[in-house]
């Protein structure tokens, strides 16, 4: 049933392609586990061991404080729909700043989200699938358009200060860096 592998095949890379929602997972040694659904075409592949996926802006920012304490990151996607499967990467992750050298290289190959606040990039070590038998299908109807409407009418500014007041501490009282790395 479940099966490992050192890269991504382009298999792999093709269900990655295919799917709506993928799920993150963290913690650093002593905090909580946080585990986030994603979606709104915000990952990219860029080989058969690197994805990154761009961070949007929400009502906390786990990921981030997590990643700089311990870098372990899980991504996990799953098939609502055709041949069952479950598709785990499991890699070592760092936090792109706006500030960051690197978001002026891989920014650019995103598509454009007005609430952007961070980039994490994957380094996969593992991949792995399993038979995702007991996932229930579900069908896609549409991505939500509410947090684009909301970052869009906050605007630069408006977003900042959200930051400062929600995203800068993680649940456990660690540090994302956030206005630090994006002002």
């Known amino acids: ?46 080989g058969g061991n690197r994805v990154a996926w761009l961070n949007v802006t929400g009502s906390g920012n786990e990921t981030s404080a997590h990643i700089q304490l311990n870098p372990r990151m899980t991504i996990m996607f799953c098939a609502f729909e055709g041949a069952p499967i479950i598709l785990r990467l499991y890699g070592t992750a760092k936090v792109i700043h706006k500030n960051d050298v690197a978001w002026d290289v891989l920014f650019p190959l995103f598509k454009p989200l007005a609430d952007a606040r961070q980039i994490f990039d994957l380094a996969i070590d593992l991949v792995q699938t399993s038979c995702g038998m007991a996932v229930p299908y579900f069908a896609y109807d549409g991505d939500r358009e509410l947090l684009k409407d909301w970052a869009t009418k906050q605007g630069d500014d408006g977003l900042k200060r959200y930051w400062v007041e929600k995203n800068q501490i993680s649940l456990d009282n660690m540090p994302t860096n956030i ?4 002002v």
């Open 1 to 46: 049933m479940g099966k490992r592998y050192e890269a991504l095949s382009e298999k792999h890379m093709q269900f990655i392609a295919e799917q709506k929602i993928f799920f993150v997972g963290t913690a650093t040694a002593d905090s909580r586990v946080n585990v986030s659904p994603k979606g709104m075409d915000s990952l990219l592949v860029l």
């Open 179 to 182: 206005m630090a790395k994006n």
